[in-house]
Each structure stands twice: as structure tokens, then as C-alpha cells.
């Protein structure tokens, strides 16, 4: 807590130190952002997106007769996770609670229920054991503020290209958690293998990355289409998400908790200018913020149709791959199974974003380097990508990993830059708080899915600005301590001189 207080207060001390040498040298920092969306426009695109068009009446009457007859199920006995929360399982739920977040409506920050008292943490349990009891929580819950962000290299004028950032209600997100350690057990068996092979982007990757070498090794051709949803959580439809909880949770209860937590929520839109929407309700999907979105989107899409090609789920990143030494064979085969998944899409009401839908293909003949994917959807041609980015990692055509490396050398040698900075030889921060600093803005940005192109040949590319962090950490640490020794010399003949 005190070394995170230490570089925030750091970097507050050197923003407004950059302002006041501008203003005393006449330059002009950096021109603030022009939004060209209203934040209400904004916020009613969000409403759209979460808004189902009328038809399918039919499949309506489907779900609404199966959600009656899962009702009447009663919960067997013994299989009840409803139970009241007892203290013990709050500790695990805080290791998870960050402080240095922001705060939801409620104003309540992650430090005061972080560093609380014994008391009023037991208090905390028997609020949420209430509100589970009762199925009702606080209304200031249900609202959330959300962040209007710019999607990067989109243009600003389209309020599509905006990604909402919702900031929660603290205590809520404790009370997920709590629901999510009970829940978890129960669901991750019966989720298809393509969802739990790997529950991490870079074991999602990285699996399919292993089957693409594979394809190599068998000379052949892999061609992938990676899917992509439009405001896949906004989408969700609750009525059906609702029944295929039912069918795989026993405990009834629990079902009607998460569905009351889930239903009836409000936001407010706001930009970096600090234009506020006013307050919109959302009929259908499930919250981005919240730590049981990811699990609830997994259950929804938990019955995708059996493809020929095989398929790859983290969330909403889709991928289906096919491999064969024929072209027509790859590119029939996905076109077919990209009809199979736009009927299923259509059925529960999930959006295919066609512009943003692009197959590739990977394979190490150079000849046919320039070959080009055709996958129809819809009698539409998907527009094909030759490197192509998902969870993170640009891919190219024969997994060299070069594209990617290059972009991760310029972002960790912006940060090393940012570390220069705050490490001055008569100034600055600390040796902790330098460290402090060095994890997250260098080491974790350098390890991030480094499991998949840990053995790519381009891999020097990014040792300098590593090794320009690690020896500016020692430098200031030697710094340190030569300075700490200095002190207590003086110290010592301070107390010589005095007796």
C-alpha cells in the first residue's frame, strides 16, 4: 500500500513538474482529446447494441416453454451452494481486490474494505448472506459509470469505436467473487473442451498456435477464420441465459441470485471531457467489469454446434481452424462451418461483425506466400487478413512472430524511458519503488503470452529494453544502498561526537 501511495504521489510530482517547465519554456503539451460523440450518443448506441430486433418468435416460445419446465425442477437435495457465506472465504475474495482502483456510485474505494477492522468484515458477510436470503441487493449497485474510451487507429466520429469501461461498485464486485468461487467448481466440467482446455489467453494461444505447427509438420495448410461479436456481453439474451443456467446448476437459488444481479442494471456514459449521459436502463447482456461476466458468456455459448474445422473459445474470442493440402478443401470446409455457427449466432441472438470476421492461412510454402483465403459467409466474401491479431499476439503466415516482437520492443522501450525517468543519479524514486514500478510496466508486459513466441528466432529484439530496465534497477538499487551506508556512518559519528 505505502510503496503504491509513493509512486502515484511520484508520478503526480513529475506530470506537474513537465507542466510548469512547458509553461515556462512556451511548449505546448499535448492537445487535449476532441470528442466528436455526444456521451448521451454514446450511451444510446449502447442501448442499441443490447436491443434485439423483433422475429425469431418462434424460438421465443421454444426457451420460454423450456424456462418453464427447468422452473419446476426443485433442487435436489444436498446439492444446495446457497448456503450463508461464512467468514473464511473472505480472505480469498480480498487477495484478489486491488487497491489503486476506482470507485463505483457508491464512492466506496477497494482501501477501505482492504485495511477494515475484523468487525466490520464479518459485517460485510452477514450483509451479503442477507442479500442472498432475500435475492435482492442495493440499487446503487445495479448502476454503473461507464468510460467512454477510444478504440485505438479508429476514427473518433463513430460512436461504435468507443469502448465503455465500466467502473462497479466495489462491494459488488466482492460479492461476485464470493458467488464465483462456489459457482466455478460446478460449471467448469461441464463446459465444452474447447472452453477449459485452457482457461488463460495464453494457453488459448498457445494451443492453437501447437495445432498450426502441427499442420506444418504434416505439410499442410491451416487456414483460420477468427470470429468476432458485436458487443458480444451487451447481447446476452437474459431469458436465455437464464434456462442454460438452469441446466447446469441444481441449486435453484443461486440461479435466481445470479439472474437478479445480472437484470435490471442503468449506466451513465462519460468522456475525458466530462460530458455525462443521463441514466439508461439495459434489457439484455451482462457487465464487462463485472467477475462473472467471463463465466456467464461461457455458459451461454456452451452448446456451440459440432464444426468439421476444430474451434477455440476464450470468452468472445472465437477461432475455427482447418487443416488439409488442398486450398478448396480448407476454404470449403470453413465456409460450411462458418454457415453451421451464423445460424447458432442468429438463434440465440449473438451479432457477427462480417467486417471484422477475417480468416487467414498458415503454411511455410513461400511460394504461395501472396495466396489469399476465400471464405463466404452469408454470400458475402469475409475479407482476409495476412497477420492477424487474437488474444493479443499478431500472428503472421508462418509463425515467425516478427510483427509482434517489433510493436513489443517500441511499447517496452517507452517504458524503459518512463523508468529513466523516474531513476535520476541525484534524484528520484527509490530502489522499491523503482521496483515497484519495473514489474508491471516492463517484466509483465514482456512475459504476456510469452509461452508462444519464446522460441521464435526474432526474440532479441526485445532483449535490450529488458536489459535496459534490469540495470537500471540495480544501478539505483547500489545507489541505495552506498547512501544507506553513508547515513549510518554519519549516524555512527554523530553519536561518537555527542558522547
Given amino acids: 500500500m505505502g510503496e503504491s501511495c509513493q509512486l502515484h504521489r511520484l508520478l503526480a510530482l513529475l506530470r506537474e513538474a513537465w507542466r510548469t517547465i512547458n509553461k515556462l519554456t512556451g511548449r505546448s503539451g499535448r ?14 448506441q449502447l442501448v442499441k447494441n443490447g436491443t434485439h430486433k423483433t422475429g425469431g418468435h418462434e424460438s421465443t416460445r421454444l426457451v420460454s416453454k423450456q424456462l418453464s419446465d427447468l422452473w419446476k425442477i426443485p433442487t435436489p437435495e444436498g446439492h444446495s451452494i446457497s448456503e450463508p457465506f461464512r467468514l473464511e472465504e473472505l480472505p480469498a475474495v480480498l487477495r484478489r481486490l486491488k487497491p489503486g482502483k476506482s470507485q463505483g456510485l457508491d464512492s466506496i474505494f477497494p482501501e477501505f474494505i482492504l ?37 485505438p487507429e479508429k476514427p473518433s466520429g463513430d460512436p461504435k469505436n468507443y469502448r465503455p469501461t465500466p467502473l462497479l461498485c466495489v462491494p459488488l464486485k466482492n460479492l461476485e467473487r464470493l458467488i464465483y468461487a462456489r459457482v466455478e467448481p460446478i460449471i467448469d466440467p461441464l463446459l465444452p473442451q474447447e472452453q477449459v482446455v485452457f482457461d488463460t489467453e495464453a494457453g488459448q494461444i498457445a494451443l492453437l498456435t501447437q495445432d498450426t505447427e502441427d499442420s506444418f509438420s504434416a505439410k499442410k495448410k491451416a487456414g483460420i477464420v477468427f470470429v468476432d461479436l458485436t458487443a ?62 467471463p463465466l456467464l458468456f461461457n455458459i451461454y455459448i456452451s452448446d456451440l454446434p459440432t464444426t468439421i474445422s476444430r474451434k477455440y473459445a476464450y470468452a468472445d474470442d472465437l477461432a475455427t481452424m482447418h487443416a488439409d493440402g488442398d486450398w478448396q478443401a480448407v476454404e470449403g470446409t470453413l465456409t460450411k462451418d462458418m454457415a453451421t455457427l451464423g445460424e447458432y449466432l442468429q438463434t440465440w441472438k449473438l451479432k457477427l461483425s462480417t ?116 540495470v537500471l534497477h540495480q544501478r539505483t538499487t547500489f545507489q541505495y544502498s552506498q547512501e544507506l551506508r553513508r547515513n549510518g556512518a554519519t549516524l555512527s559519528l554523530d553519536d561518537e561526537t555527542t558522547e
Fill in 355 to 470: 467486417t471484422n470476421t477475417v480468416p487467414a492461412v498458415f503454411h511455410l510454402n513461400n511460394k504461395e506466400a501472396k495466396r489469399e483465403l476465400k471464405v463466404n459467409f452469408n454470400n458475402d466474401t469475409l475479407p482476409f487478413c495476412f497477420e492477424p491479431k487474437y488474444l493479443g499476439v499478431t500472428l503472421d503466415r508462418s509463425l515467425t512472430y516478427r510483427r509482434h516482437l517489433e510493436s513489443l520492443r517500441k511499447k517496452l522501450t517507452s517504458h524503459a524511458a518512463l523508468l529513466r525517468r523516474l531513476a535520476g543519479s541525484g534524484w528520484g524514486a527509490g530502489a522499491t519503488t523503482l521496483r515497484t514500478a519495473t514489474l508491471p510496466l516492463v517484466h509483465s508486459t514482456a512475459e504476456n503470452c510469452a509461452s508462444v513466441w519464446c522460441r521464435s528466432a526474432h526474440t532479441l529484439l526485445i532483449d535490450p529494453a529488458i536489459n535496459d530496465s534490469c
Fill in 115 to 151: 485495511h477494515t477492522r475484523s468487525a466490520l468484515k464479518s459485517w460485510f458477510c452477514d450483509f451479503f448472506t442477507s442479500c442472498m436470503c432475500q435475492l435482492k441487493i442495493p440499487k446503487i449497485w445495479r448502476r454503473a459509470l461507464l468510460v467512454a474510451v477510444l478504440k
Fill in 31 to 44: 492537445s487535449p482529446r476532441l470528442y466528436l460523440v455526444l456521451a448521451s450518443t454514446i450511451a444510446l
Fill in 232 to 293: 458480444a456481453y451487451n447481447t446476452v439474451w437474459h431469458r436465455c441465459l437464464t434456462c442454460k443456467l438452469l441446466r447446469l446448476l441444481p441449486d435453484r437459488h443461486m440461479v435466481h441470485m445470479i439472474m437478479e444481479m445480472v437484470g435490471n442494471r442503468s449506466f451513465i456514459v462519460t468522456t475525458g471531457n466530462g460530458k455525462r449521459s443521463r441514466l439508461r436502463c439495459l434489457s439484455n447482456g451482462v457487465s464487462q467489469g463485472s467477475a462473472l461476466a
